[in-house]
């Protein structure tokens, strides 16, 4: 199993950027999805979860209305949409397989002007 995430930089606040995770080595259009993140100093924190065909989607409530999480399963790929970001959302961002110990390395993010 391996899943790799990208799409992680510096931005400002207010601002935009999508995350992806390419997933292999297994099912991918199978298994429950999560985005985790962890910032400095605090435990990991589920942002957002999605079922298998991409038709149920939750969201901690700090990034509902803000974070949309989609897949292609066609592609094997998993997205983050983060709109309107703030300081608070930087972190390590990494995706899981749900209910799993399997997950990427992550991708750091950081909101700051």
């Known amino acids: 199993v391996q899943l790799v995430e990208s799409g992680g930089g510096l931005v400002q606040p207010g601002g935009s950027l999508r995350l992806s995770c390419a997933g292999s080595?297994?099912?991918?259009?199978?298994?429950?999805m999560t985005w985790v993140r962890q910032a400095p100093g605090k435990g990991p924190e589920w942002v957002a979860i999605?079922?298998?065909?991409?038709?149920?989607?939750q969201y901690t409530p700090s990034v509902k209305g803000r974070f949309t999480v989609s897949r292609d399963n066609a592609k094997n790929t998993l997205y983050l949409q983060m709109n309107n970001l703030r300081p608070e959302d930087s972190a390590l961002y990494y995706c899981q397989i749900s209910g799993s110990d399997y997950r990427g390395q992550g991708t750091q993010v950081t909101v700051s002007s």
């Open positions: 080595g297994f099912t991918f259009s199978s298994p429950y």
């Open positions: 999605i079922s298998s065909d991409g038709s149920v989607t």
